[in-house]
């Protein structure tokens, strides 16, 4: 079960990243290896981290995922030009799944429950981070206008707490990750954001 | 002659950084740095994610190819105006030599077939994408207008069913690179192509 | 002390990523992750090179450094049109510091004094090339008006001389940090710089 959430994860990954490459114009090709940087990257970098060999590259599993992300896009996907909502969701489902996911393979893997937190937040933003870097686009966790790498703190820190108190088991980390899921959904919907980087005492016109 | 295989796609891969270097108009010093992490940034994600500590930091010899490519292209480069062809052939030149030695590495680590294919894949482009990002230019592997990852993943398929088969040795590592450097460069002159990212019936206008 | 110099190290990059966050407009929680990445980046990168558990996922005093640092930008930081500059400094420090301990780190781990001074060099860029490159701006290693790399390669270069010589302690590295920040801030101020990727005899008119 813990590897069908994680299967389930990289599938909705892999489906923000076809479609962000549907939306540059790349080619099928392209989209596959956008889909399977998407999906597999966060676990990569986390394993990585963790100093054990990439359980994508150990578990032949993980290369199904990105390849139904690519057909699905390929077949289904909307008109280029109402891509960006159908990216969001699929994003924030991902998200949700990785930061519970990653921060209990940390504990697992005997990191302390503060580190184990930070991991699984890497893990759930860095797939989505790799995706908006190779495909130059400014990435969602910066963007100011909604909430991005806070529901997946939140979701992270839940995990590592109730592991702490003894909690354990899948439907405990779907609960979770359902809750990361719809914080995210919701402050898309209502925009809820937090503040500015610098005090609003000083911010004079914008620059970029 | 594995290693010198290996060093030759180093500096193939370095000069393609070189000439993107020179073709931003970055220094010197910029330019060693961009060829280094062209020519050895793919071998290091490579041994990265097979836990062992990089060949480019354990062999000096690897640090020879970057230098002798900064200073080619500091004196024989065409005019700037000039650079993006042999930009192309030198970058199609390692990743012909990559895509081979990758996937010869990662089945000596003991991968199974089918994943030492995508970490040779991964080597392969691997140099090429951290250089495009790095220097802000759409990666190679994205662009719709001709083959890159597809000779890759054909020749690290192909080098990764010889060695099943049995059949071993550089003979037959240059001889698959071979086909995929021609297969690349071909692909550029007749601008072969795969469908794109969304299914024909779905393109309207486009949209970056 | 070494940690307290490595802290401070990732103080400085972290002051700058949160100041590049403000520029750019991102949220608090992006200058957070911004000021994260950029402190911790580089040792996140020398460590996994190294094979071994990056430092700040066993020390979580590497966490405090982040959160002071976007704190003192959220509260204390000029306007936003008046942020290059104290991002540039806080940079500098962060460089000079980091390319001594990273050297020394390497040389501890049982790296030739070569390949010790490249991964010096690594870490003390790292950070700043991740930052730059999430927050989608050309890196300052490429920037030809100045010198940036010069001085970190200079001051691992003599670390790990030093070390050779059996000369050891961190006063001297405190001592070469120093050296590396005054070459880099005078860099700055009098626009010294190396010359380009290529030759004076080819340059035609800039590209990009």
Same mark, same amino acid.
């Given at each position: 079960?813990?590897?069908?959430?994680?299967?389930?994860?990289?599938?909705?990954?892999?489906?923000?990243?076809?479609?962000?490459?549907?939306?540059? +114009?790349?080619?099928?090709?392209?989209?596959? #290896? %956008?889909?399977?940087?998407?999906?597999? $990257? @966060? &676990?990569?970098? =986390? *394993? !990585?981290?963790?100093?054990?060999?990439?359980?994508?590259?150990?578990?032949?599993?993980?290369?199904?995922?990105?390849?139904?992300?690519?057909?699905?896009?390929?077949?289904?996907?909307?008109?280029?030009?109402?891509?960006?909502?159908?990216?969001?969701?699929?994003?924030?489902?991902?998200?949700?799944?990785?930061?519970?996911?990653?921060?209990?393979?940390?504990?697992?893997? +005997?990191?302390?429950?503060?580190?184990?937190? #930070? %991991?699984?937040?890497?893990?759930?933003? $860095? @797939? &989505?981070?790799? =995706? *908006? !870097?190779?495909?130059?686009?400014?990435?969602?966790?910066?963007?100011?206008?909604?909430?991005?790498?806070?529901?997946?703190?939140?979701?992270?820190?839940?995990?590592?707490?109730?592991?702490?108190?003894?909690?354990?088991?899948?439907?405990?980390?779907?609960?979770?990750?359902?809750?990361?899921?719809?914080?995210?959904?919701?402050?898309?919907?209502?925009?809820?954001?937090?503040?500015?980087?610098?005090?609003?005492?000083?911010?004079?016109?914008?620059?970029?």
């Amino acid at each position: 079960m813990p590897l069908l959430l994680d299967l389930l994860g990289v599938f909705f990954f892999g489906v923000s990243g076809a479609l962000l490459a549907a939306r540059r +114009g790349f080619d099928i090709i392209g989209s596959l #290896l %956008l889909a399977g940087l998407t999906g597999i $990257g @966060g &676990g990569i970098v =986390r *394993d !990585v981290i963790l100093s054990e060999i990439p359980t994508a590259f150990v578990n032949p599993y993980y290369f199904i995922p990105p390849i139904l992300a690519t057909l699905l896009v390929f077949f289904v996907a909307p008109g280029v030009q109402r891509l960006m909502r159908p990216l969001l969701i699929f994003d924030a489902a991902g998200l949700a799944l990785f930061c519970t996911s990653g921060t209990i393979m940390a504990l697992d893997a +005997g990191m302390n429950p503060f580190a184990a937190t #930070l %991991l699984g937040v890497t893990s759930a933003v $860095g @797939g &989505g981070l790799l =995706r *908006d !870097v190779v495909a130059n686009k400014t990435p969602s966790i910066f963007d100011p206008r909604d909430l991005y790498a806070v529901p997946a703190m939140l979701g992270a820190g839940l995990m590592a707490g109730l592991w702490v108190m003894g909690v354990q088991g899948w439907v405990w980390e779907l609960a979770v990750a359902s809750v990361v899921f719809v914080l995210r959904v919701l402050s898309l919907k209502f925009r809820w954001h937090v503040p500015k980087a610098v005090g609003p005492w000083h911010q004079d016109t914008e620059l970029r």
